[in-house]
């Protein structure tokens, strides 16, 4: 599957963004999903994560709260909004995807080498 995300940009502190993850090539439905970000020097982190049901959702303690993590199987798209964003939200952030070991359950992943087909990130940027 192919990822695109987008819906980044310059944002004042306190304000919301929305990202969104195009997926092509398969359906998204079959696969857990999930929001990292990155800044330079530090290791990749897990904002949010969802099962491929989705029925199971996975918030980064930084972020609970004020983000949502969404899924839309019928538009192939994952999202996330942000609200109350801080300037510590500052970050590039990407959308993963992963095929489940099992569905025979609902699990979520947070680790990113879980993770096998990335888009290309976004860049959020707050200012203070």
């Known amino acids: 599957v192919q990822l695109q995300a987008f819906g980044g940009g310059l944002v004042q502190a306190g304000g919301s963004l929305r990202l969104s993850c195009v997926a092509s090539?398969?359906?998204?439905?079959?696969?857990?999903m999930g929001w990292f970000r990155q800044v330079p020097g530090k290791e990749r982190e897990v904002v949010a994560a969802?099962?491929?049901?989705?029925?199971?959702?996975y918030y980064g303690d930084s972020v609970k709260g004020r983000f949502t993590i969404s899924r839309d199987n019928a538009k192939n798209t994952l999202n996330l909004r942000m609200n109350n964003l801080k300037s510590e939200d500052t970050a590039i952030y990407y959308c993963?995807?992963?095929?489940?070991?099992?569905?025979?359950?609902?699990?979520?992943?947070?680790?990113?080498?879980?993770?096998?087909?990335w888009g290309q990130g976004t860049l959020v940027t707050v200012s203070s």
């Open positions: 969802v099962s491929w049901s989705g029925n199971s959702i």
């Open positions: 993963a995807a992963t095929e489940p070991t099992t569905y025979a359950g609902s699990t979520y992943y947070t680790r990113y080498y879980e993770y096998d087909s």
């Open positions: 090539g398969r359906t998204i439905s079959s696969y857990a």
